[in-house]
């Protein structure tokens, strides 16, 4: 029988997590082996969306007549900075000794996008379940672990979290050039921050346009 390999998403849970699971070994600082499971982690996102440039080199040059970016797919690219984690945990879901995964990536959509961005760009076809935890208790994790559901259980949060980040990119990408463009200086937009910056200068204005 094969081992099951756990990806946390931080290296702070995923030694919980290994404690819990009798995992002490390592010949590496970016995983943790015992007897049934390996654990490992990423460390935030370590994979993203490419940008435009890395789509096509014409976009390399910020031109209005090119906006807006409406690619029918955006590939996925390894964060640089991170690539050796990467590496390792690509290495440990792909290996031949591996039977399935957990995905135990903190519970909500951005947990989920981040473990099904790896399991992806690292063409993995392993099964997974779905690890579904609040609390860093050996008490939690254990009944976490007693509870797993099959992976599928969270496609529809997966597709929530991926609709999330590409709406992040088509808004950034093509309205902070549009209005770099526009204004000739460097102007950043996001589909949150500039509502909610939008938000602390209005209130700002009533600040100072109060009369007493």
């Known amino acids: 029988m094969g081992q099951i390999v756990v990806i946390a998403e931080k290296p702070s849970v995923g030694k919980d997590i290994a404690r819990v699971l009798g995992c002490k070994n390592s010949s590496s600082k970016g995983y943790l082996s015992g007897d049934q499971y390996i654990v490992t982690w990423a460390v935030g996102h370590l994979v993203t969306l490419v940008e435009p440039d890395e789509l096509d080199e014409k976009y390399k040059k910020w031109n209005t007549a090119d906006l807006p970016i409406l690619p029918e797919r955006i590939p996925l690219k390894v964060i640089p900075s ?12 792909n290996s031949e000794n591996t039977d399935s995964l957990v995905c135990a990536t903190d519970a909500g959509r951005e947990g989920e996008l981040i473990f099904r961005y790896i399991y992806e760009k690292s063409g993995c076809k392993k099964p997974f379940q779905r690890l579904w ?3 860093m208790t050996d008490e939690a994790i254990k009944e976490g672990f007693r509870k797993i559901q099959p992976g599928s259980n969270y496609n529809g949060l997966y597709q929530s979290a991926k609709c999330r980040s590409v709406a992040d990119w088509l808004v950034g990408m093509n309205a902070s050039r549009a209005f770099t463009l526009r204004y000739n200086t460097l102007l950043s937009v996001g589909r949150v921050q500039t509502p909610t910056l939008a938000l602390l ?12």
């Open 82 to 93: 991170s690539k050796d984690q990467y590496n390792i945990v690509k290495q440990l879901m």
């Open 133 to 135: 935890i609040s609390s």
């Open 201 to 212: 200068v209005k209130r700002r204005k009533e600040i100072e346009a109060f009369v007493p």
